[in-house]
């Protein structure tokens, strides 16, 4: 059986980690599937997905596929995924929404996007009041729920937490392309980092390479955790009792992992704070004051918010499950007689040299448009580095 998910690969490790907690609960509700993904990499699609090992609309064959899964983010909506919309309508899939939310902001849906949610959805969870609100009630969408971010459970095995010993603080960078904090934040990062490795041991774990390669830079190699592959990430956060950081999915990948978490300055973000509204475990801090911050992190009661978190996540687990298995009916497309396997072979080769032949010129003029977008990407970054100080249009 092959489920598509639309997730990220090798771009923000949170979408994987979504993706990652949807796979569990589908294979803990005893599903059977193939993974197969939709990338929305924004390197990769559109016009480069026939160099990445994931789903082409312009080569690979829709009916090969079973079952459709958006895996969150607030990327469920706009022009990387509307391929996937007209895909799911032309070809009468069916598909679930789980774990999907936005910047807090209205959205408005095109009328492709509203049909197949009407029409060919079994089930939409949300992971923030705005989006499920807007839903209901704008759009009055059935089959939608409100529940915490899947990305809870990502973690196979948690373990309980018994004493603190060991922080994880996450680094975040000025020159991460879409992804930047402020010097303010950055520099605040910094001094916590320092001087909280005065009193405790601290690792400091880092989403994006110059991140990493920043943070090597000024805390040391040794200390730093960072991995393309976001799997790596649950060793890292079972490697220390606390994890903190202003990324949303930094803490709830720990907290997925049995190590409680504490989201920096989480009221400035209202896609964060919306997730965070719907994880009462989730422990908030913020970026006023290093000393006062220091405080709370070495005063914070490990051994019971461990315990507290393991227990919370075991009903969350059993609605999610019960969820899954009452809308998601996933029915493989039936196999011809044995007698028809050559002819079924033909057709399938026949099929595809047809669709690699018929596919649309203006192919190639979304690659170069996509090619000349990354390197504005990358002197825009350039300019960012060498020029901090001074705001970018």
């Excluded at 079994?122 to 499920?132: A, E, G, M, V």
């Excluded at 989201?263 to 908030?284: F, M, N, Q, T």
């Excluded at 992190?297 to 075991?314: K, M, N, P, T």
Aim: net charge positive; aromatic share 8%; charged share 20%.
């Amino acid at each position: 059986m092959n489920i598509l998910f639309s997730t990220t690969r090798h771009w923000n490790p949170g979408d994987e980690l979504i993706n990652r907690g949807i796979v569990q609960l589908l294979r803990f509700s005893d599903y059977q599937f193939n993974s197969i993904v939709w990338n929305r990499h924004p390197s990769i699609r559109p016009g480069h997905t026939s160099l990445d090992n994931s789903f082409d609309e312009f080569r690979h064959d829709p009916k090969s596929i079973d079952y459709v899964i958006f895996a969150g983010s607030p990327e469920w909506l706009g022009p990387r995924v509307d391929p996937l919309y007209q895909l799911i309508q032309r070809n009468g899939l069916r598909c679930s929404l789980i774990g999907i939310g936005s910047h807090g902001e209205k959205f408005g849906l095109i009328p492709v996007v509203k049909q197949v949610l009407e029409h060919h959805t079994d089930l939409i969870i949300c992971r923030d009041q705005s989006t499920f609100s807007r839903l209901t009630g704008k759009f009055s969408i059935p089959h939608a729920q409100l529940m915490p971010c899947p990305a809870l459970f990502h973690c196979v095995s948690p373990i309980r937490r018994l004493n603190l010993q060991k922080v994880a603080v996450i680094y975040q960078s000025t020159y991460t392309p879409f992804q930047s904090v402020n010097i303010k934040t950055r520099d605040f990062l910094i001094r916590l980092i320092n001087e909280l490795s005065q009193q405790i041991s601290v690792q400091v774990i880092c989403h994006y390479i110059d991140e990493a390669l920043e943070a090597s830079a000024i805390f040391g190699s040794e200390r730093v955790r960072f991995s393309s592959d976001a799997a790596d990430y649950e060793n890292y956060f079972k490697e220390v009792d606390l994890v903190v950081g202003a990324r949303i999915h930094g803490c709830l990948g720990a907290m997925s992992c049995g190590t409680p978490a504490m989201l920096l300055e989480w009221g400035s973000d209202l896609r964060r704070k919306g997730v965070a509204d719907e994880i009462p475990l989730l422990s908030l801090g913020q970026l006023n004051s290093v000393s006062t911050l220091i405080q709370q992190i070495l005063s914070f009661d490990v051994a019971q918010q461990s315990a507290r978190i393991g227990e919370w996540r075991i009903p969350v687990q059993s609605e999610y499950q019960h969820l899954l298995r009452k809308h998601i009916a996933i029915r493989p497309h039936a196999e011809l007689q044995p007698e028809n396997d050559h002819e079924r072979i033909q057709q399938v080769l026949r099929n595809h040299q047809l669709r690699c032949q018929q596919a649309p010129n203006h192919r190639r003029a979304q690659r170069l448009k996509h090619v000349f977008q990354i390197a504005k990407n990358q002197v825009t970054a350039r300019i960012r580095r060498l020029f901090p100080e001074k705001p970018f249009q």
